[in-house]
């Protein structure tokens, strides 16, 4: 039998124990919960009406200039002639937005994805932000087999947001103008990932590499909006124009790409010259 003092002992060790020990189990320091950007996207509110064939391209062309470009792919006819807060006159052509409907039972409530290829200037698309798709960009907003039943409604409220564009690996292809001549270049500029659109062009001849003078002394020059996503060039000095051409892009955001020779020399009016390059999608 232990002692009195023994016991006495061993009950104050082990209330120190109590107090120099760590006691698992009964405490453990509060977690904290690191926040992460929200990935939600943000909506407005607008209007879509739709125009052209029920299953086509809207008007298979517009005032951007793609033409039948509109109704084959990436594009695929999933497009839209945008408002006047859309169109932008012209500079707003390869914005990309996806657009969505819940107002309607026919509305599936996802979201499709639409390039702004045409202008939609007059009526309800001067009073609001405002979609006009191709039919059958409007019928893609339905549950399946109801599209037809949407379309019939003829007008729906929407939510859109602007979001980037992307073609899945093509690069930007430059279209020369049929009217285009020695002294004359336009270009048809389409297939912008990213952004989509462009505030600015510059063009430098005879193949420089971009940032540097040509063999005659010129700088980049800038080139005119002539319509849509039509840009131009004409000479002004009574001297043809010097191919190669290169190209230095300025999308909407300010984001800046330099193609190198994307028109060769020997070039022919009408064709199309797919580059190597396109912006981040």
Known sequence: ??????LLLATVLVILSIFVSPISGYWKPSRTRTRRPSSRRSWSSGGATWYGSPYGAGSDGGACGYQSAVGQHPFSSMIAAGGPSFFKSGKGCGACYQVKCTGNKACSGRPVTVVITDNCPDGICASEDHFDMSGTAFGAMANRGMADRLRSAGQLKI???RVPCNYNGMNIVF???????PFYLSVLIIYQAGDGDLSAVDIMQGGCAPGHHNDHGAPWMAMKQSWGALWLLQSNNGKPLQA???FRLTSGSGKVLEVT????SGWTA???YSSSVNYAS
């Open 261 to 264: 020779n994307a028109i060769p």
């Open 1 to 6: 039998m232990a002692s009195p003092g023994t």
């Open 159 to 161: 939510h859109y947001a």
């Open 244 to 246: 190669p051409f290169s």
């Open 270 to 272: 009408g064709t199309s």
């Open 175 to 181: 279209k020369v103008d049929a009217g285009s001549n």
